[in-house]
Nanobody, 114 residues
Framework: QVQLVESGGGLVQPGGSLRLSCATS????????MGWYRQAPGMQREFVAV???????NYASSVKGRFTISRDNAKNDVYLQMNSLKPDDTAVYYC????????WGQGTQVTVSS
């Protein structure tokens, strides 16, 4: 069964950090580009970060320098380390495998508020 399960979301104060995890099953993980997207209330889902099967990364300009995407091919997991969080980072964060027409997780809520 193909499945992506996110965890690690929560409430954090501005300037704080969170680490999101995405556990995958049922996919050939080592061959797939993995990404994180987010959707704020009333907004369209937007790209956050991607890591290719070879480990190359790319980030949205709004998070570059603050967020880091990584993957563990032995565990079939992907991570998003988020530092210096801002209220504008508040959103549901989704794990993705294989691009926009690929596989999506159910999302995890991140709220940045004092």
């Amino acid at each position: 069964q193909v499945q992506l399960v996110e965890s690690g979301g929560g409430l954090v104060q501005p300037g704080g950090s969170l680490r999101l995890s995405c556990a995958t099953s049922g996919i050939i993980f080592g061959r797939v580009a993995m990404g994180w997207y987010r959707q704020a209330p009333g907004m369209q889902r937007e790209f956050v970060a991607v890591i290719t099967s070879g480990g190359s990364t790319n980030y949205a300009s709004s998070v570059k320098g603050r967020f880091t995407i990584s993957r563990d091919n032995a565990k079939n997991d992907v991570y998003l380390q988020m530092n210096s969080l801002k209220p504008d980072d508040t959103a549901v964060y989704y794990c993705n495998a294989g691009g926009l027409n690929g596989i999506w997780g159910q999302g995890t809520q991140v709220t940045v508020s004092s």
